[in-house]
Antibody, heavy 119, light 109 residues
Framework: EVHLVESGGGLVQPGGSLRLSCAAS????????MSWIRQAPGKGLEWVGN????????YYVDSLRGRFTISRDNARNSLSLDMGRLTVEDTATYYC????????????WGRGTAVTVSS | QTVVTQEPSLTVSPGGTVTLTCASS?????????PNWFQQKPGQAPSSLIY???IKHSWTPVHFSGSLLGGKAALTLSGVQPDDEAEYYC?????????FGGGTKLTVL
């Protein structure tokens, strides 16, 4: 069974940084595209970006490129999201997701971790 | 940046049929956009329903179907059940990444 568990969320001050992690199990992590998606309170979903199975390719929504970095450790079955220069607009629940078959983007989801940016 | 537009809200009666649509600001939605559809219920993580226009997962209820319709991606629910009341999101590939629509709140009444 696919299991994705996000961690690292919490309260951070504007201008600060935070690293989110996602622990994966129940599937061959090193063969899977992985994504981050976020959802601000009471709002819709926003695709943040994804990373290829071997980590050689990363793709981001234009508005976040340069501030957010996705990485992975296939030896540890772990996905990360490094977030910098945070603003209140980055307050959201952040979900990690695994791709399925070709173009099955975000077929499997974790439960999310909440990030609050506030002074 | 591509903007993906969905109906903000729809209402359907139990047992009825409803079609949700997903439009792209760049023009006609095609197979190259590889539309995905997701369902989200309050307090829960989203769940994938459909990918690559019409392909279902093993867990997708049989009364959900995906298609391209009138230049848009479409999600049709046939024989709607009360449990189908939820927010539905489409997701389109724009060549450089993916973009979610704003979501459709489906009320079963």
């Amino acid at each position: 069974e696919v299991h994705l568990v996000e961690s690292g969320g919490g309260l951070v001050q504007p201008g600060g940084s935070l690293r989110l992690s996602c622990a994966a199990s129940g599937f061959t992590f090193s063969r899977s595209w992985m994504s981050w998606i976020r959802q601000a309170p009471g709002k819709g979903l926003e695709w943040v970006g994804n990373i290829s199975p071997d980590g050689s390719g990363t793709y981001y929504v234009d508005s976040l490129r340069g501030r957010f970095t996705i990485s992975r450790d296939n030896a540890r079955n772990s996905l990360s999201l490094d977030m910098g220069r945070l603003t209140v607009e980055d307050t959201a629940t952040y979900y990690c997701a695994r791709g399925g078959a070709d173009f099955a983007e975000s077929a499997y989801w974790g439960r999310g971790t909440a990030v609050t940016v506030s002074s | 940046q591509t903007v993906v537009t969905q109906e903000p809200s729809l209402t359907v009666s139990p047992g009825g049929t409803v079609t949700l649509t997903c439009a792209s600001s760049t023009g006609t939605v095609t197979s190259g956009h590889h539309p995905n559809w997701f369902q989200q219920k309050p307090g829960q993580a989203p769940s994938s329903l459909i990918y690559d226009i019409y392909i279902k997962h093993s867990w997708t209820p049989v009364h959900f179907s995906g298609s391209l319709l009138g230049g848009k991606a479409a999600l049709t629910l046939s024989g709607v059940q009360p449990d189908d009341e939820a927010e539905y999101y489409c997701l389109l590939h724009n060549g450089a990444g993916w973009v979610f629509g704003g979501g459709t709140k489906l009320t079963v009444l």
